[in-house]
């Protein structure tokens, strides 16, 4: 059976500014924690606004906790002489909801495709090394729905299971919301479907 993957790799703020220099040129790196198009479309247009007198602003991201959206964009340069060596460092890290920028400078001389993605690449791998990558689970979350004579035996699973409460409603009747690592989110449904009058389901 295969393996479930519940883990992925993404860094919590935005990388130090990087330089990588090459006959002339000067590479400006950046890596920014992103979640969506709308962030990304902000770090590219603040970055232009501070580098007005650049040349490229040359970029790549991932989104996604299944790392399932990218785009890699080479902003004018030779065809995938830019983007996707930014792009192929983010997955060398195994990073996601990421965003890497390599500013250029042009310093008068010309690198030519091979000088240009390995420039490219070197400016994002020093952005991603300066950057603090950390692991995070892949939660499904629940919802717990019970009345308060089951509290007892709902609390003391969810203490022997180590599960993490994000939100309880003691109210009339019991509502607490649960974060259950991928992996082990059909083992704990159904310890609580089968457990008397605790209903279970799972959130949005």
Known sequence: MEEIKDTYRTITKPSPE?????????????????TNEEQIKEHIEALRKEHHNARHWCYAWQLGKNYDQYRANDDGEPSNSAGMPIYGQIQSF????????????????????????????????????????????????????????????????????????????????????????????NRIFELFD???????????
Do not use: W
Request: hydrophobic share 40%.
């Open 18 to 34: 990087t330089l990588y220099k090459e006959k002339g040129s000067k590479f400006l790196g950046y890596a920014f924690p992103v």
């Open 94 to 185: 195994d990073v996601t909801n990421v965003l890497v920028v390599s500013v250029r400078y042009f310093g008068g001389t010309k690198l030519g495709v091979g000088g240009l993605i390995q420039a490219y690449k070197t400016s994002a791998q020093l952005a991603l090394e300066a950057s603090n990558i950390v692991e995070r689970t892949i939660d499904v979350v629940y919802r717990l729905h019970f009345d308060y004579p089951e509290m007892n035996i709902v609390m003391r699973l969810i203490k022997e299971e180590d599960l993490r409460i994000i939100n309880q409603d003691l109210a009339l009747d019991c509502k607490i919301d649960i974060a259950v690592r991928k992996k082990e989110a």
């Open 194 to 204: 089968n457990t008397y009058k605790v209903q279970i389901k799972e959130l949005e």
